[in-house]
């Protein structure tokens, strides 16, 4: 099974921008759909934007017009390119393949993001 490694995250001011790489232990090309999730302290882990392998984008209502994922098959990684960050930001982001969620095996460490003035 394919592992994912998170990185790029920090800190930043609001307003400010910050770009997160998820790399794949191997190819991604044959898996349909992957996800960029983030878990605040004390909340559930939530879905934030994912992209299929044929470049169709989704974004939870509250990262709309902010933040832009994108895939890049031949280099195995999933890019979160975060704007207009707000401090309600602030969380742990993960990837992984949709289809992988529910094996606890295969969430990687995730990259703490902080945002705050």
């Known amino acids: 099974q394919v592992q994912f490694v998170e990185s790029g995250g920090g800190s930043a001011q609001p307003g400010g921008s910050l770009r997160l790489s998820c790399t794949a232990s191997?190819?991604?090309?044959?898996?349909?759909?992957i996800a960029w999730f983030r878990q605040a302290p004390g909340k559930q882990r939530e879905l934030v934007a994912h992209?299929?392998?044929?470049?169709?984008?989704t974004y939870a209502d509250a990262v709309k017009g902010r933040f832009t994922v994108s895939r890049d098959n031949a280099k195995n990684t999933v890019y979160l390119q975060m704007d207009s960050l707000k401090p309600e930001d602030t969380a742990v982001y993960y990837c992984?393949?949709?289809?992988?969620?529910?094996?606890?095996?295969?969430w990687g460490q995730g990259t703490q993001v902080t945002v705050s003035s």
């Open positions: 992209i299929t392998s044929d470049g169709i984008k």
């Open positions: 191997g190819s991604i090309s044959r898996i349909y759909i």
């Open positions: 992984n393949g949709l289809q992988f969620v529910s094996d606890p095996r295969s």
